[in-house]
């Protein structure tokens, strides 16, 4: 089944040359059912690739979705034609009287701030407690799982010692949970960061419960008991050439990167790099989207924030 998203939108012709079913405004408008409404917090200063990655990770269900992409009006960006964000973005204060079965928040390259020194903090702040009354369910990734889990339940953020950068193996601590569905004993997932949070803090939270975890990357997902956050930090909906272009762009800022782990042959950048993670990262949407989103959300989408049907 389809995603419903502008007609224009840059992403609906990628999409659609991969045989991903977009469906058009008008044919969504002419069909007897009530949508998902899912809005996209976009953080990321490459709007374009970041929309067209998650809404690839939306297509693969059963229902029919309609994406709002929301932006932060506290930060200019630099790298996106202001004419996208006129045309297919709107801002928290359009929105704020509105309901959503589930919202995704990007991560953003800002991990080595402290939160408070971001410019677009406190509208960040905002928006997460609007989520509390207004959303559903609601998905945090990389750095905004990490800024969730500080705004929401104050779990502090560290420093590591060199860049997270690559795919790392992990496996579920909780393998029964719904949102694991499908998975291997032990699946991938691409990481690029220079931040983490810790497990011992998580597990000193009652309302927190930690899912999954690598060895080598540390605490991946995290949800609340009540199922209405999900908290991930890696990027299961990279691209094959993501982490090859961050490489790059960092060696072009002359800053002293390592390549990245388990990602290209033999860790050698110049072939070209494999994936591994693909399947996962559908799942975990798909898995998310179904049980986390359809199943529990209420039928009067008004009544969000209200009635929790929780599976587990």
Not at 24 to 47: G, S
Not at 185 to 200: C, G, I, M, N, W
Not at 271 to 281: F, G, L, N, Q, S
């Amino acid at each position: 089944m389809p995603i419903k998203i502008p007609d224009s939108l840059p992403a609906k012709s990628i999409l659609q040359d991969e045989n991903i079913f977009v469906m058009t405004e008008y044919r969504a408008l002419h069909q007897d059912i009530r949508p998902l409404k899912l809005l996209l917090l976009n953080l990321m200063p490459t709007k374009i690739v970041t929309e067209t990655q998650l809404l690839r990770q939306l297509s693969n269900t059963p229902l029919q979705i309609e994406v709002h992409l929301l932006h932060t009006i506290s930060h200019k960006p630099k790298n996106v034609d202001k004419n996208h964000l006129k045309t297919f973005y709107i801002s928290l204060d359009e929105i704020r009287n509105n309901y959503y079965d589930g919202m995704i928040i990007t991560g953003a390259p800002v991990e080595n701030l402290d939160f408070a020194d971001v410019d677009y903090w406190p509208e960040l702040c905002e928006i997460m407690e609007w989520t509390r009354s207004h959303v559903h369910c609601t998905l945090h990734i990389c750095w905004g799982a990490q800024a969730g889990l500080f705004y929401h339940y104050g779990i502090k953020k560290y420093s590591l010692p060199k860049k997270l950068s690559g795919v790392y193996e992990h496996y579920a601590l909780k393998p029964k949970s719904p949102i694991f569905r499908g998975f291997d004993d032990r699946f991938y997932v691409p990481h690029s960061r220079y931040t983490e949070v810790l497990a011992k803090d998580i597990l000193k939270v009652p309302e927190l419960e930690l899912l999954a975890v690598s060895e080598k990357a540390g605490v991946y997902m995290v949800k609340t008991t009540d199922s209405r956050q999900f908290f991930i930090t890696g990027h299961p909906e990279y691209d094959v050439n993501t982490l090859a272009l961050e490489y790059q762009r960092d060696l072009n800022l002359g800053l002293q990167i390592q390549v990245p782990e388990n990602y290209f042959p033999k860790d050698e950048p110049t072939k070209e790099p494999m994936v591994t993670w693909r399947a996962h990262a559908q799942l975990l949407y798909t898995n998310w989207l179904n049980y986390y989103v359809y199943q529990t959300t209420p039928y009067e989408i008004t009544r969000v924030g209200k009635e929790v049907c929780p599976l587990e």
